[in-house]
């Protein structure tokens, strides 16, 4: 189970951190990413942290969205620098790839 928060409406070029907390030890053996769902599009990932490794970005954000996570691996967060009309959407979390129940995911406005 996943619970995200954070979102909210922005200014274009501003920034917003998401933050997601995972229940159980999913995050001890999964990688856990960031998937977005803007209106009338299909839902689409954004980035990825593994137990260990490199993070992973779409294009669409790298350079300007940052996915970690706390020591417990318990919360992962997506610091979202430069925002963009176009990111605007609901976020979500889930395992990378997603097999998990989707949450209510949190919702990210930017305007222009």
């Known amino acids: 189970q996943f619970v995200e928060s954070g979102g909210g409406l922005v200014q274009a070029g501003g920034s917003l951190r998401l933050a997601c907390v995972a229940s159980?030890?999913?995050?001890?053996?999964?990688?856990v990413g960031w998937y977005r769902q803007a209106p009338q599009k299909q839902r689409e990932w954004v980035a990825t942290?593994?137990?260990?490794?490199?993070?992973n970005y779409a294009d669409a954000v790298k350079g300007r969205f940052t996915i970690s996570k706390d020591n417990a691996k318990t919360t992962y967060y997506l610091q979202m620098n430069g925002l963009r009309p176009e990111d605007t959407a609901i976020y979500y979390c889930?395992?990378?790839?997603?097999?998990?129940?989707w949450g209510q995911g949190t919702p990210v406005t930017v305007s222009s």
């Open positions: 889930n395992t990378d790839p997603p097999f998990r129940p």
């Open positions: 159980g030890s999913v995050g001890e053996i999964y990688p």
């Open positions: 942290i593994p137990n260990s490794g490199k993070t």
